[in-house]
């Protein structure tokens, strides 16, 4: 999995939320969030989303757990 996100990930620092729509084709990058109380919260204090990073870590966590 984690040489799947490596590929995946063509940028491996910040996206803004536009960035992110455009890539992945969606019209807001938190319509999966619903289900996270806190997730206007995260939009509202961030300008963008470190995915690559983010991804790394839960793959790399999960494999060494």
């Not at 940028?11 to 997730?39: L, Q, R």
Request: net charge negative; aromatic share 12%; proline share 3%.
């Amino acid at each position: 999995m984690i040489e799947l996100a490596d590929k995946t990930f063509d940028t491996k620092g910040p996206m803004t939320y536009a960035e992110i729509s455009k890539k992945w084709n969606v019209e807001d990058p938190f319509v999966i969030c619903d289900y996270i109380n806190h997730w206007q919260s995260v939009r509202d204090m961030n300008t963008s989303l470190e995915l690559y990073n983010r991804a790394m870590y839960i793959l790399t966590e999960a494999k060494r757990v």
